[in-house]
């Protein structure tokens, strides 16, 4: 069983479009998060959600909103995607207090 | 700030030879520190944490790591690689933001090729 999974595993797609990113956890955490790393492989926090509530949203454009429907679930949409949104999302979650934080496979993102 | 800095962007072993790679961090809360390994195409997985108490950490796949607060680091050890550990390392720092919540401020990551 797959502690935290995303969907798709890849995706393409033209500038301009929107697309999603779901993420799902099956480990009883109430805090999830979602993670970009470019191409240099630097690993930055995007958004926390804490029991479905947004935690922190770090100078992400509006263009990303994420939503928590429960609290295993946290998806990623972009609207108007552009080529410099080109990265590896990466959905993790970990207990609230935090001991660690447990990492999906990541979601290549390439726009073109 | 808060930030990590890693030293070394790529490091070049042969088997059997002795891995030590540096992290520094800035903060000057509590510290809770951790190392992660990013095998090639795969996903962040936990070596091991540092949150108090005896600074000499062990971690998975005989991984170890040294809390010296007076230098602000927490390097990585291992007494002898292998091929298998090739991948991305990433040292990360918790961020406290109020209360309990918190998120991980990573370094740029090493690259550590072991040659066969």
């Known amino acids: 069983d797959t502690a935290v999974s995303q969907t798709p595993k890849y995706l393409v797609t033209q500038m301009g479009n929107d697309k999603s990113i779901k993420c799902e956890q099956n480990l009883g955490h109430d805090t999830m998060y979602w993670y970009k790393q470019d191409s240099k492989k630097f690993l930055k926090i995007m958004f926390s959600?804490?029991?479905?509530?947004?935690?922190i949203n770090e100078t992400v454009p509006n263009r990303f909103s994420p939503k928590s429907p429960d609290k295993a679930h946290l998806n990623l949409h972009i609207n108007s995607l552009e080529l410099g949104d080109s990265a590896v999302y990466f959905c993790a979650s970990s207990h609230t207090g935090y001991t660690e934080a447990f990492f999906g496979q990541g979601t290549r993102l390439t726009v073109v | 700030a808060q930030s990590v800095s890693q030293h070394n962007h790529h490091v070049i072993l042969s088997e059997a030879a002795s891995l030590e790679l540096g992290c520094n961090y800035s903060y000057g809360g509590t510290v809770n520190l951790f190392w992660y390994v990013q095998y090639p195409g795969q996903h962040l997985q936990l070596l091991l944490k540092y949150f108090s108490g005896d600074p000499l950490v062990k971690g998975i796949k005989g991984f170890e790591a040294e809390f010296i607060k007076s230098k602000f680091s927490f390097n990585l050890r291992k007494p002898s690689v292998q091929w298998s550990d090739t991948a991305e390392y990433f040292c990360a720092l918790l961020s406290y933001y109020g209360g309990s919540q918190g998120n991980l401020i990573f370094g740029k990551g090493t690259k550590l090729s072991v040659k066969p």
């Open positions: 959600y804490n029991n479905k509530e947004l935690i």
